[in-house]
């Protein structure tokens, strides 16, 4: 190999060499690869004293690595961050409700006093109550059976026309009704009881006084049932109990109050004929008397 080409390939090394390393490696930097630098630029120019050394473009193969970029450090994953779902909603929070109390016990509230054979009788209403006698709602169906009522009959209406034996308050009520009807006097107490004998809840119970039914009213005049007149009216006369409305009814209808135990009604007839009258008492609890018969021919 000639002077010249030795030349070539010491200062192409030379400057490869400070360029991989820096430019201290090129003016005899320290350390191991700054000594061998400097000893290869020295061979170099030991061929050509004074030459200066040629600039050459670097070789991209020995290009200093790159430094790691800021943004390859890791950042929080997106799956990290809560979800909205799981973030508590004020719509979502359960809103508080005061409980209704429970029902604790019965009660009946409804005439105390009734007549034998009346009508019937006014309402009976059975309510709940909590354990403060505050009413209660029920919160299911309450059977409730209904007991006490000696020689009479519960009914579900006021005409006394169908028979009940239990009763139900129904849900998101708090009483229900029904009506009673005796066939005879007697001291009875009425009971309204939980049927599935449910024994937190107290049943009710209710004392009533059945009394006789009025005595029939008595006819004084005509002294007979049967009358014969040829005149065009009559009057009709008797004893009452104090307190009951006298009642006429058949072929006129009339009614006033028993006035110191007596009555007095007058009826007409029009031409001949037949007139037949029904003369009754009724007390003040709505019960009728036996009736009395009256009859006119004119």
């Known amino acids: 190999?000639?002077?010249?080409?030795?030349?070539?390939?010491?200062?192409?090394?030379?400057?490869?060499?400070?360029?991989?390393?820096?430019?201290?490696?090129?003016?005899?930097?320290?350390?191991?690869?700054?000594?061998?630098?400097?000893?290869?630029?020295?061979?170099?120019?030991?061929?050509?004293?004074?030459?200066?050394?040629?600039?050459?473009?670097?070789?991209?193969?020995?290009?200093?690595?790159?430094?790691?970029?800021?943004?390859?450090?890791?950042?929080?994953?997106?799956?990290?961050?809560?979800?909205?779902?799981?973030?508590?909603?004020?719509?979502?929070?359960?809103?508080?409700?005061?409980?209704?109390?429970?029902?604790?016990?019965?009660?009946?509230?409804?005439?105390?006093?009734?007549?034998?054979?009346?009508?019937?009788?006014?309402?009976?209403?059975?309510?709940?109550?909590?354990?403060?006698?505050?009413?209660?709602?029920?919160?299911?169906?309450?059977?409730?059976?209904?007991?006490?009522?000696?020689?009479?009959?519960?009914?579900?209406?006021?005409?006394?026309?169908?028979?009940?034996?239990t009763l139900s308050i129904h849900p998101g009520s708090s009483s229900a009704t029904f009506y009673f009807r005796s066939r005879a006097s007697e001291m009875l107490t009425l009971v309204a009881a939980v049927a599935d004998i449910d024994a937190s809840i107290v049943p009710a119970q209710y004392p009533i006084h059945v009394i006789a039914a009025p005595a029939a009213v008595s006819i004084s005049s005509p002294a007979t049932s049967v009358h014969y007149t040829n005149g065009s009216s009559l009057s009709i006369l008797g004893t009452c109990s104090n307190g009951s409305i006298v009642v006429l009814s058949g072929a006129d209808n009339q009614n006033l109050a028993c006035d110191n135990s007596a009555f007095t009604f007058s009826v007409a007839a029009s031409q001949d004929g037949v007139y037949n009258y029904s003369i009754s008492q009724m007390d003040s609890f709505g019960a009728y008397s036996p009736s009395g018969e009256q009859a006119f021919f004119s």
């Open 1 to 165: 190999m000639n002077f010249q080409s030795r030349k070539n390939i010491l200062q192409s090394t030379a400057l490869a060499a400070c360029l991989a390393l820096s430019a201290s490696a090129c003016t005899g930097g320290k350390g191991a690869a700054g000594g061998a630098a400097g000893k290869l630029a020295g061979e170099a120019s030991a061929f050509s004293p004074g030459a200066s050394l040629p600039n050459p473009s670097p070789s991209p193969s020995v290009s200093p690595p790159a430094s790691p970029s800021p943004s390859a450090s890791p950042s929080p994953s997106p799956s990290a961050s809560p979800s909205p779902s799981s973030s508590p909603s004020a719509s979502a929070t359960p809103m508080s409700s005061v409980p209704v109390p429970p029902v604790a016990q019965l009660v009946i509230a409804g005439p105390g006093t009734l007549s034998v054979m009346s009508a019937c009788s006014g309402a009976y209403t059975v309510s709940g109550l909590d354990s403060l006698n505050s009413p209660a709602t029920a919160s299911a169906e309450l059977v409730l059976g209904l007991s006490g009522n000696g020689n009479g009959a519960f009914f579900a209406d006021a005409n006394c026309s169908t028979p009940i034996v």
